[in-house]
């Protein structure tokens, strides 16, 4: 339960809201007891989800679906007010953002930066789709840098930055999501000026992880991957106040884990 000034803050990667719906979501929701929801992979549109199912109570709602029915898409839930600010980073390569891959709102005094990054994994082609999308975010988040008001970029990168933040890193090298540029891309991110939130609660260990491959014994195991992230900007940056990974609800909802943030503005 969240109190007096304290700010709670939620980053998840759904694997489809339909099926979180039926998997017990509204009762995370719930129990997690957060202000902000910044969803990932929702896979549907508005008039897609269950005839029965509500929003949760007094929250406002920003769908940015991708124009795919089922395929990626991001949506953001607020119970503290929210302003839609923009979608899409200006990029050449889907400057409509028909993916529904970005979507910024103003919480509050809160900017968040919802993000889904493509995954590269299908091929050279989408991997050279992927590398470009990510310099043209780097060069398009760096206006939220210098911003005096608190900014979060939050979301599904589809990268594990270090060793620590995948199980196997030896025997995944060579495999989208740990190749050496694009964790070489992410050091650079991080050194424009962002911060990495979890790596700074938790300290330098293995995880905790957020994604787990639904084959073998991964999931129960707790052999996964870091790929998802809360990182924040200077202003917001100093209301940080803690972090978790809730493994649990992932088990339950989806392949991922919810990344929960608080902060004391």
């Given at each position: ?14 694997n ?54 089922g ?28 993916e ?11 900017t ?8 590269g994994g ?5 991997q ?5 999308w ?33 199980w ?10 740990f ?5 070489e ?6 050194a424009s000026?962002?911060?990495d ?69």
């Open positions: 339960m969240i109190t007096g000034d304290l700010m709670r803050v939620v980053s998840w990667n759904l489809g809201i339909r099926a979180a719906i039926r998997k017990g979501l509204d009762d995370w929701i719930e129990e997690i007891d957060a202000d902000i929801w910044l969803l990932q992979e929702v896979r549907a549109l508005p008039e897609q989800l269950p005839k029965d199912w509500e929003l949760p109570t007094g929250h406002e709602v920003v769908w940015h679906p991708a124009e795919k029915k395929y990626s898409g991001v949506a953001s839930f607020s119970r503290i007010g929210m302003e839609e600010i923009t979608r899409g980073i200006d990029t050449k390569l889907d400057p409509d953002d028909s529904g891959r970005v979507l910024v709102t103003k919480c509050g005094s809160l968040c930066i919802n993000i889904y990054l493509p995954n299908s091929g050279p082609a989408r050279a789709y992927k590398d470009q990510l310099e043209d975010l780097l060069v398009w988040a760096k206006q939220y840098l210098s911003s005096p008001e608190p900014v979060v970029l939050v979301g599904d990168l589809n990268i594990a930055h270090t060793e620590d933040d995948i196997n890193p030896s025997g995944n090298r060579m495999t989208s999501g190749l050496a540029h694009e964790r891309w992410f050091s650079r991110f991080l000026g962002w911060h939130l979890h790596r700074i609660h938790f300290g330098e260990r293995k995880g905790p992880y957020t994604w787990w491959s639904n084959r073998g014994q991964a999931r129960a195991l707790d052999r996964g991957w870091r790929i998802d992230y809360v990182l924040a900007n200077d202003a917001a940056f100093t209301a940080f106040e803690s972090a978790e990974v809730n493994r649990q609800a992932g088990l339950d909802c989806s392949d991922h884990a919810p990344l929960i943030i608080d902060f004391k503005f």
